[in-house]
């Protein structure tokens, strides 16, 4: 893990955080191409100085994977147990 | 569908580093990951599946997937896929090719596969350039454009693939762009069902080519491109000619079931056999 | 007539005996292109194979039709495709990418006067160069030219065979003479036929390496479909089959490929010789020549004149060695060759100076006569 926990928070809440993040990024396959940062619905994702792009707020994350489906390097996955299906309540492609 | 870390790495060959080597903001890995996703829900066996292509970026593709991959020459892909297929006929052939691959020198090879009504899937990726010799243009160029090879803008005409497809008698011809993604799972699915030749045309991005020498911005940019250029045929009927004017219309153009070019020869020696034993 | 007549003597032209040579062989997969002088390839197989339920069709050009063999070959099926020279041209590209992948596939090229449309129904025997070296790069090559209807049948099941064994394209080279006279043959009796079935892995699917480096520089090839998933390119590539550009690994893939060849000589090279041992003249020749030089040795006796012939059947590789031995020691070596010159250039390199090489060109697209080499032998005699 690259991130540094935010002011005043520890590295466990910080843990704690990423554990209940719905989407991952793989550091090593991202190109840094900001895709997945510009056209998330909820602005979940932000692009990092190492050019790679984080989770910013996985509070905010609907689960519509589009960030995942629009990566081109497979370095963004949303994990299993909370898959929403539903396209036009959590965000669409327009 | 379900996008879960899992199922994409079934279909990814472990010994194959990624990351891949398709530039960063390129929509061609979006196809890769759409065409997973579609053969996921599927259910195909990977020993079944046959990737075949031919040259140039997009042909890179199949050294990644884990099926049975065969890697041609240069705009021949349906040709050795013809083959794959006649001998086997219980592959599932999915040919990948770009635009200057499929359309330029696999022009031939890619009317008559269309004509015969080939039992193969074409998912055809247009980034209107030859993206991996450096951006030259390629016979989906639009006019005006500038590539390395029309310095002063493009003075030919360019392809409309989905018409020429459908003209030389697919079965199926459609038409995504990796912007769409979930709209692109579909087409995809659907072009993977169903017999005869089978057209998917993907637009997507060349960041690094076209884009560049087009001033069209980086590959976010191209993307929102690709949102604002291109409407689904729903939303075409609806427009007044003059707001589709310049615009692109995606989605299901031909969806026949025109017998395939297998069942053909099939009944051919099944007939034949028996007029001999007579 | 229906599949191939076994243990019947039939008058055959020898396009026909190619066409049943290979349904000998049992040639799953066909695919080719209309060219005069093979077109009766096509034809016949056209007319046999779907009784069979054997796979065949017309594709729209050569280019797409040595694809579509190398596609059939890998996907499980016995491939072959006829052509002549223009067509022979434009298959360069797709045989080098067999040569590289190392794809087991017949290609028959029944020679016609050239260059470019040249004289498409006469004879010449303009493309032996072009069949070692017609597509870039260094590439191993195996051609083999008949001489008569039942060499045209027995030599295309051996190369079906050697394709198999080699796993390497294997062209079969008659000239339009050969491809086009009728002559008597007697097929034998279907069990007495010597057919190498198609390779198979012996190692488990997580073992298998698509290049396998082996004694003899060939492993067993695995089709597709068959749960071996391996990746097929024409960029170099590691033994598994993934590109590389490391050095050591494309110098081993570039070894291997020539030493397939040059490790088991001894199973490819096959000549007729003819008294060449007592001759002091020796006629080299190949293809329809080989049959005008047999009449001439006639003539020549019926003079008291002696002349031996040495006829390589298979021409690449060149019998090095064997002409060396046999041929060194000669006064003349006639080489009659109905182009400008081409086999010539290989008996030259490997006979001293001692022994003159004498030509016998005739590009006209007329056959080299029995009255033409005795000719040219009383004149050196």
């Given at each position: 893990m690259s991130e540094k926990p935010a002011e005043g928070q520890t590295v466990v809440e910080l843990c704690e955080v990423k554990r209940k993040s719905s989407v991952h990024i793989f550091p090593e396959w991202c190109k840094g191409c900001g895709i997945c940062v510009a056209f998330c619905p909820k602005q979940v994702l932000e692009m990092g100085k190492d050019q790679k792009a984080h989770v910013a707020h996985p509070e905010n994350c609907i689960e519509c994977a589009l960030c995942a489906r629009r990566c081109p390097e497979f370095a963004v996955f949303v994990s299993e147990d909370s898959i929403k299906e539903s396209k036009k309540k959590n965000g669409g492609e327009k | 569908m379900p996008t879960r870390l899992p199922y994409a790495y079934?279909?990814?060959?472990?010994?194959?580093?990624?990351?891949?080597?398709?530039?960063?903001?390129?929509?061609?890995?979006?196809?890769?990951?759409?065409?997973?996703?579609?053969?996921?829900?599927?259910?195909?066996?990977?020993?079944?599946?046959?990737?075949?292509?031919?040259?140039?970026?997009?042909?890179?593709?199949?050294?990644?997937?884990?099926?049975?991959?065969?890697?041609?020459?240069?705009?021949?892909?349906?040709?050795f896929g013809t083959g794959a297929k006649m001998a086997n006929p219980d592959l599932k052939v999915l040919a990948v090719m770009g635009d200057g691959d499929s359309m330029a020198i696999g022009g031939n090879h890619m009317i008559h596969a269309c004509r015969r009504n080939?039992?193969?899937?074409?998912?055809?990726?247009?980034?209107?350039?030859?993206?991996?010799?450096?951006?030259?243009?390629?016979?989906?160029?639009?006019?005006?454009?500038?590539?390395?090879?029309?310095?002063?803008?493009?003075?030919?005409p360019d392809f409309d693939v989905c018409k020429l497809t459908e003209a030389a008698g697919a079965n199926f011809v459609a038409r995504g762009t990796v912007y769409h993604v979930i709209e692109l799972d579909g087409l995809i699915k659907k072009g993977l069902s169903g017999n005869g030749f089978r057209v998917v045309e993907v637009l997507s991005p060349c960041p690094t080519n076209f884009g560049r020498a087009n001033r069209q911005g980086d590959a976010v940019k191209m993307m929102e491109l690709l949102r604002d250029n291109t409407v689904n045929a729903a939303q075409a009927a609806k427009l007044p000619p003059e707001k589709l004017e310049g615009k692109i219309v995606r989605g299901v153009f031909v969806n026949s079931d025109k017998t395939g070019y297998i069942e053909r020869y099939q009944k051919l020696c099944d007939r034949v056999s028996s007029e001999v034993a007579e | 007539m229906s599949g191939v007549p076994w243990g019947e003597t039939k008058l055959?032209?020898?396009?026909?005996?190619?066409?049943?040579?290979?349904?000998?062989?049992?040639?799953?997969?066909?695919?080719?292109?209309?060219?005069?002088?093979?077109?009766?390839?096509?034809?016949?197989?056209?007319?046999?194979?779907?009784?069979?339920?054997?796979?065949?069709?017309?594709?729209?050009?050569?280019?797409?039709?040595?694809?579509?063999?190398?596609?059939?070959?890998?996907?499980?099926?016995?491939?072959?495709?006829?052509?002549?020279?223009?067509?022979?041209?434009?298959?360069?590209?797709?045989?080098?990418?067999?040569?590289m992948t190392e794809v087991p596939l017949v290609l028959v090229n029944v020679m016609r006067a050239g260059p470019s449309t040249g004289l498409p129904t006469q004879v010449a025997q303009g493309d032996v160069m072009q069949a070692r070296w017609g597509t870039h790069g260094d590439h191993p090559?195996?051609?083999?030219?008949?001489?008569?209807?039942?060499?045209?049948?027995?030599?295309?099941?051996?190369?079906?065979?050697?394709?198999?064994?080699?796993?390497?394209?294997?062209?079969?080279?008659?000239?339009?003479?050969?491809?086009?006279?009728?002559?008597?043959?007697?097929?034998?009796?279907?069990?007495?036929?010597?057919?190498?079935?198609?390779?198979?892995?012996?190692?488990?699917?997580?073992?298998?390496?698509?290049?396998?480096?082996?004694?003899?520089?060939?492993?067993?090839?695995?089709?597709?479909?068959?749960?071996?998933?391996?990746?097929?390119?024409?960029l170099t590539h590691d033994p598994h089959g993934f590109p590389t550009r490391r050095v050591d690994e494309v110098v081993s893939k570039m070894n291997r490929l020539k030493q397939k060849i040059t490790r088991r000589l001894d199973m490819l090279e096959d000549n007729m010789i003819h008294d060449v041992e007592k001759s002091r003249v020796v006629v080299f020749c190949y293809g329809s020549v080989y049959r005008s030089a047999l009449a001439?040795?006639?003539?020549?006796?019926?003079?008291?004149?002696?002349?031996?012939?040495?006829?390589?059947?298979?021409?690449?590789?060149?019998?090095?060695?064997?002409?060396?031995?046999?041929?060194?020691?000669?006064?003349?070596?006639?080489?009659p060759e109905l182009n400008q010159g081409q086999i010539i250039h290989e008996v030259e390199r490997l006979t001293s100076d001692s022994v003159r090489v004498v030509p016998l060109h005739r590009y006209d697209g007329y056959e080299i006569t029995p009255e033409q080499i005795v000719a040219a032998v009383q004149e050196v005699m």
């Amino acid at each position: 893990m690259s991130e540094k926990p935010a002011e005043g928070q520890t590295v466990v809440e910080l843990c704690e955080v990423k554990r209940k993040s719905s989407v991952h990024i793989f550091p090593e396959w991202c190109k840094g191409c900001g895709i997945c940062v510009a056209f998330c619905p909820k602005q979940v994702l932000e692009m990092g100085k190492d050019q790679k792009a984080h989770v910013a707020h996985p509070e905010n994350c609907i689960e519509c994977a589009l960030c995942a489906r629009r990566c081109p390097e497979f370095a963004v996955f949303v994990s299993e147990d909370s898959i929403k299906e539903s396209k036009k309540k959590n965000g669409g492609e327009k | 569908m379900p996008t879960r870390l899992p199922y994409a790495y079934r279909y990814l060959r472990a010994k194959k580093k990624f990351p891949h080597v398709w530039c960063p903001g390129c929509g061609i890995g979006i196809v890769m990951g759409s065409i997973i996703r579609a053969i996921d829900s599927l259910g195909w066996e990977l020993d079944e599946i046959l990737m075949v292509s031919g040259i140039g970026c997009t042909s890179r593709m199949p050294v990644y997937v884990d099926f049975n991959t065969l890697h041609t020459t240069h705009g021949r892909a349906l040709a050795f896929g013809t083959g794959a297929k006649m001998a086997n006929p219980d592959l599932k052939v999915l040919a990948v090719m770009g635009d200057g691959d499929s359309m330029a020198i696999g022009g031939n090879h890619m009317i008559h596969a269309c004509r015969r009504n080939m039992d193969i899937t074409a998912i055809i990726v247009n980034n209107n350039n030859y993206g991996m010799t450096g951006g030259q243009f390629s016979p989906t160029t639009p006019q005006g454009a500038k590539t390395a090879t029309t310095p002063y803008g493009m003075i030919e005409p360019d392809f409309d693939v989905c018409k020429l497809t459908e003209a030389a008698g697919a079965n199926f011809v459609a038409r995504g762009t990796v912007y769409h993604v979930i709209e692109l799972d579909g087409l995809i699915k659907k072009g993977l069902s169903g017999n005869g030749f089978r057209v998917v045309e993907v637009l997507s991005p060349c960041p690094t080519n076209f884009g560049r020498a087009n001033r069209q911005g980086d590959a976010v940019k191209m993307m929102e491109l690709l949102r604002d250029n291109t409407v689904n045929a729903a939303q075409a009927a609806k427009l007044p000619p003059e707001k589709l004017e310049g615009k692109i219309v995606r989605g299901v153009f031909v969806n026949s079931d025109k017998t395939g070019y297998i069942e053909r020869y099939q009944k051919l020696c099944d007939r034949v056999s028996s007029e001999v034993a007579e | 007539m229906s599949g191939v007549p076994w243990g019947e003597t039939k008058l055959i032209q020898g396009n026909e005996a190619v066409a049943l040579g290979a349904l000998a062989a049992g040639i799953d997969f066909f695919a080719g292109y209309p060219i005069t002088p093979s077109t009766e390839i096509a034809e016949i197989l056209a007319r046999e194979m779907p009784i069979v339920g054997k796979k065949w069709i017309q594709m729209e050009d050569e280019i797409a039709s040595i694809s579509a063999i190398i596609g059939g070959s890998l996907a499980g099926g016995r491939s072959m495709t006829a052509t002549s020279g223009p067509g022979f041209s434009l298959m360069q590209e797709g045989l080098g990418y067999a040569c590289m992948t190392e794809v087991p596939l017949v290609l028959v090229n029944v020679m016609r006067a050239g260059p470019s449309t040249g004289l498409p129904t006469q004879v010449a025997q303009g493309d032996v160069m072009q069949a070692r070296w017609g597509t870039h790069g260094d590439h191993p090559a195996i051609v083999i030219a008949p001489a008569d209807a039942e060499e045209c049948f027995r030599l295309t099941i051996r190369a079906f065979n050697l394709a198999e064994s080699f796993r390497t394209p294997v062209i079969l080279m008659p000239d339009e003479v050969i491809g086009h006279m009728r002559e008597k043959l007697t097929f034998p009796n279907e069990g007495d036929l010597c057919v190498t079935p198609p390779s198979a892995p012996d190692v488990p699917i997580e073992w298998y390496e698509h290049y396998h480096s082996s004694a003899t520089g060939v492993s067993p090839m695995a089709r597709f479909g068959t749960g071996y998933r391996f990746h097929v390119t024409g960029l170099t590539h590691d033994p598994h089959g993934f590109p590389t550009r490391r050095v050591d690994e494309v110098v081993s893939k570039m070894n291997r490929l020539k030493q397939k060849i040059t490790r088991r000589l001894d199973m490819l090279e096959d000549n007729m010789i003819h008294d060449v041992e007592k001759s002091r003249v020796v006629v080299f020749c190949y293809g329809s020549v080989y049959r005008s030089a047999l009449a001439a040795q006639q003539i020549l006796a019926k003079q008291r004149k002696k002349i031996g012939i040495f006829r390589p059947v298979t021409i690449w590789p060149f019998p090095d060695r064997t002409v060396k031995e046999l041929l060194d020691d000669k006064d003349v070596i006639l080489v009659p060759e109905l182009n400008q010159g081409q086999i010539i250039h290989e008996v030259e390199r490997l006979t001293s100076d001692s022994v003159r090489v004498v030509p016998l060109h005739r590009y006209d697209g007329y056959e080299i006569t029995p009255e033409q080499i005795v000719a040219a032998v009383q004149e050196v005699m």
